[in-house]
């Protein structure tokens, strides 16, 4: 199984950025968490960051061919990008949301999720557990 993994701007701030909300880990050890959990379960993994919406489209529409699934974290896209949506609706593999933060419990904005409806499923609020969760998902969705 292959999951393409994207993050959206300011992700690889991590660590860096609101401490208390995203915790203290850097961006570099969300990617090994997630290449390593990918490497004890043989789940091939790839995981890409961008600040820049275009860049995300690009990088979903020119590597989801070689994919099972997408994981996606837009980060603040996630609340407004109808080009993110389209992206997503438009390719043929099933795509599940994910935010390290509980985004119902935070600001009136962030409990809007436009790409919410282009996924099959939604996990949020669990750090970087979240993404495990989704992996999963998708796991149990191929082997069904
Ligand atoms: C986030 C939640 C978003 O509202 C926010 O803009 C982010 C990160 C999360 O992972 O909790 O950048 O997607």
């Known amino acids: 199984m292959n999951i393409l993994v994207v993050n959206g701007p300011n992700l690889n701030f991590l660590g860096i950025r609101e401490p208390e909300i ?12 997630l290449l390593a959990y990918g490497e004890l379960h043989r789940i091939d993994i790839e995981v890409y960051q961008s600040n820049h919406e275009g860049e995300i489209i690009d990088i979903i529409q020119n590597n989801y061919l070689r994919f099972d699934g ?18 997503i609706k438009s390719i043929n593999i099933p795509a599940v949301e994910v935010h390290l933060s509980d985004i119902t419990q935070r600001e009136d904005f962030r409990k809007i999720s436009v790409i919410e409806p282009a996924c099959v499923a939604k996990f949020y609020g669990k750090g970087f557990n979240s993404y495990i969760e989704a992996i999963n998902h998708l796991q149990k969705r191929m082997n069904t």
Not at 22 to 33: A, I, M, P, R, T
Not at 70 to 87: E, Q
């Open 22 to 33: 995203y915790g203290k880990q850097s961006y570099y050890d969300l990617v090994n968490f």
């Open 70 to 87: 997408l994981v996606i974290n837009p980060a603040a896209f996630t609340h407004y990008s109808y080009a993110i949506y389209d992206c």
